[in-house]
């Protein structure tokens, strides 16, 4: 009798889950609804994960991404970035910030663009502004958890 009852719960526990799949360039965070939320240090990677049907699993796409802004004002000036989500803190990414990396990086630099005292910087040096706000840029998105290998302006 004692076998067949854990017969049963093994079946419904394995008819209630999820099979995840987590492919090349992705890395997973399990949230666990009655299991204390996000384990920010547990990273899934590539793989298939069994996951309750009451958790839900997020993938993220670890892979460089393209993102550009265009900031009308004093004339016309288009940043084009590449960044990624930085792929150890997946966990926290998810747990204090979430959503789209590359619309969080995008957002991070218009800030920093509209915020950036113009009077202080010559813009026909096109280097020196490019390099002071790729700096300001990287510093806080860093904080975020998010990577950014690259920034061009383009007046």
């Known amino acids: 009798m004692k076998n067949f ?3 049963i719960i093994i079946i419904i526990f394995l008819s209630s889950c999820q ?7 992705e890395k997973g965070v399990h949230f666990k609804r009655f299991g204390g939320g996000v384990d920010t240090t547990k990273v899934y990677k590539k793989g298939s ?3 309750p049907n009451w958790d839900y699993f997020v993938k993220y796409d670890t892979r460089l991404k393209k993102g550009n802004i265009i900031e009308i004002e004093n004339g016309k000036i288009t940043i084009r970035f590449e960044s990624k989500l930085n792929e150890k803190d997946v966990g ?3 747990r204090s910030i979430g959503g789209d ?3 969080r ?3 991070i630099i218009e800030e920093e663009l509209i915020n950036f005292d113009f009077s ?3 813009l026909k040096n096109k280097f020196q502004f490019q ?3 790729f700096e300001k840029c990287k510093s806080k998105l860093s904080k975020e958890y998010i990577e950014l290998s690259k920034l061009s302006i383009e007046l």
């Open 101 to 103: 990396p590359t619309e």
């Open 120 to 122: 202080k910087i010559n």
């Open 19 to 25: 099979n995840v799949i987590v492919s090349d360039n």
């Open 131 to 133: 390099l002071q706000l």
């Open 92 to 94: 926290k990414f998810h």
């Open 5 to 7: 009852t854990f017969q």
């Open 105 to 107: 990086a995008s957002r």
């Open 49 to 51: 994960y069994l996951i």
